[in-house]
């Protein structure tokens, strides 16, 4: 059984007080959820803070990004190593965010990948084509890319602490949905590519989360389908009801 995993990315979001108010909140509301693995991913600042109130939750940490590089001469970066000393758990890479404004590749993203599991931090891996691919129907060739150049130099041990989410750019922050057939669809897909790399059982124990647009109102349509393992949610994990009734929907 793949785990169930709901997963916020706050993006630059929240001052430290409004930051730290929220993850109250979302202790206290998600204490009821079960069964699923609720994630919160405040930015680096409010880091350490954030692993002070979680520690005796199931709740986990997971920043935003991290630095390819080890230690140094980086300013303004942060090291995977830094994050683990502060109690960070996870660590979200790749995501199209970071890939349209910070022109992160995936060679790029395969050396955080690198960097995030030499120090154990997971990492929830983001894939995702853009609109004007979907409508040349490259989207599949799109996912495959991308997985093949984040993965590079993997060995099947470290693929193992992955976690994927498939992001169709269209559909972050739009507020337009991939259908869950849509979703389904590209997230059979990755099971498959993955499975050709690593094998089937490799494959199978994965978790592949759905992000865009994701809210209470169609979560669970969503994962209802078999190879959708949860969320990874943007504009909704900003409001801790919102967060924890998609939590609720599995
Ligand atoms: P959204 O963002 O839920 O606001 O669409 C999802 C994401 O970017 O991870």
Redesign the pocket.
């Known amino acids: 059984m793949r785990e169930k995993i709901v997963a916020g ?1 706050w993006k630059m979001n929240k001052n430290f007080p409004e930051g730290i108010d929220l993850i109250k909140e979302i202790i206290v509301k998600g204490a009821s959820v079960n069964n699923v693995k609720i994630i919160v991913s405040p930015p680096y600042l409010f880091q350490h803070e954030a692993f002070n109130l979680l520690k005796n939750t199931t709740i986990g940490l997971a920043a935003q990004n991290c630095s390819e590089q080890e230690n140094g001469a980086y300013t303004g970066e942060v090291s995977a190593q830094m994050l683990k000393s502060a109690g960070t758990q996870y660590v979200i890479l790749g ?1 199209s ?1 970071r890939r349209t404004y910070y022109q992160e590749t995936d060679q790029l993203i395969s050396l955080k990948i690198q960097q995030a599991l030499k120090y154990d931090l997971k990492p929830i891996v983001c894939c995702g084509e853009l609109l004007e691919e979907r409508e040349k129907n490259e989207h599949f060739n799109v996912i495959k890319k991308q997985l093949h150049g984040m993965f590079q130099g993997l060995t099947t041990t470290q693929i193992c602490k992955l976690i994927v989410a498939y ?1 169709p750019v269209w ?3 739009t507020g337009k949905t991939a259908s869950p057939e849509q979703a389904q669809e590209i997230h059979q897909y990755i099971r498959e590519i993955i499975s050709n790399l690593y094998g089937n059982e490799v494959s199978g124990n994965i978790p592949i989360l759905y ?4 809210k209470p109102s169609n979560a669970k349509e969503l994962f209802e389908k078999p190879d959708i393992d949860g969320g ?5 994990s900003l409001v801790a009801d919102d967060f924890i009734a998609i939590a609720k929907s599995f």
Do not use: F, K, M, V
């Open positions: 990315n995501h965010e992001e559909a972050i922050g992000g865009g647009s994701c990874l949610i943007g504009g909704a």
